[in-house]
T-cell receptor
Framework: DAGVTQSPTHLIKTRGQHVTLRCSPI?????VSWYQQVLGQGPQFIFQ???????GRGNFPDRFSARQFPNYSSELNVNALLLGDSALYLC?????????????FGDGTRLSIL | GQQLNQSPQSMFIQEGEDVSMNCTSS?????WLWYKQDPGEGPVLLIA?????ELTSNGRLTAQFGITRKDSFLNISASIPSDVGIYFC???????????FGGGTRLMVKP
């Protein structure tokens, strides 16, 4: 079975632009979470979605938004990009939001802002 | 917000040696997880711990959920070159909810 898949793998943008990152969860998983990992640090939680509803939001500005589709895939959108948004964006999926089913990560999208 | 303190930040050891790393928190977590991340890849789950005091093994890896719910450790026995990577602890307050990560321990193994 395929793991969590993310696209694109790499992306270069300039300040002020917007970006859309995509994630397909493991088959059967209904919950998707997004994390930002700045170089040299651990991942930081951005959003969690379960059954198309936002379940949690981390300490990120409103420029960051996300949604989950009926097939449980998800998009992360970032508007008005800043240099500090350069990071690895990780998507993780889990079976549901309420059981002891750990989150499994994709390989991320490396976003570089020039 | 909650923060996890992971130590050591880096380790350089000889192949065959045992390794120990730990993670502490100022807050209680109800689940502790350990992940390994290789360059250019996402974190891969190694061990998940769900009960205070739980000791769980996965091959040469052993992890424990601290009795206070505020710490966890990971041991790797008889290290091999492919153990090289960054190890992250993560705490979860409620099952299925957000993960809070430590800063990582970078492990380097000398053949």
């Amino acid at each position: 079975d395929a793991g969590v898949t993310q696209s694109p793998t790499h992306l270069i943008k300039t300040r002020g632009q917007h970006v859309t990152l995509r994630c397909s969860p493991i088959s059967g998983h209904k919950s998707v979470s997004w994390y930002q990992q700045v170089l040299g640090q651990g991942p930081q939680f951005i959003f969690q979605y379960y059954e198309k509803e936002e379940r949690g939001r981390g300490n990120f500005p409103d420029r960051f938004s996300a949604r989950q589709f009926p097939n449980y895939s998800s998009e992360l959108n970032v508007n008005a990009l800043l240099l500090g948004d350069s990071a690895l964006y990780l998507c993780a999926s889990s079976f549901d939001g309420g059981s002891n089913q750990p989150q499994h990560f994709g390989d991320g999208t490396r976003l570089s802002i020039l | 917000g909650q923060q996890l303190n992971q130590s050591p930040q880096s380790m350089f050891i000889q192949e065959g040696e045992d390794v120990s790393m730990n993670c502490t928190s100022s807050s209680i977590f109800n689940t502790w997880l350990w992940y390994k991340q290789d360059p250019g890849e996402g974190p891969v789950l190694l061990i998940a711990l769900y009960k205070a005091g739980e000791l769980t093994s996965n091959g040469r890896l052993t992890a424990q959920f601290g009795i206070t719910r505020k710490d966890s450790f990971l041991n790797i026995s008889a290290s091999i070159p492919s153990d090289v990577g960054i190890y992250f602890c993560a705490g979860q307050l409620q099952a299925g909810n957000m993960l809070t990560f430590g800063g990582g321990t970078r492990l380097m193994v000398k053949p």
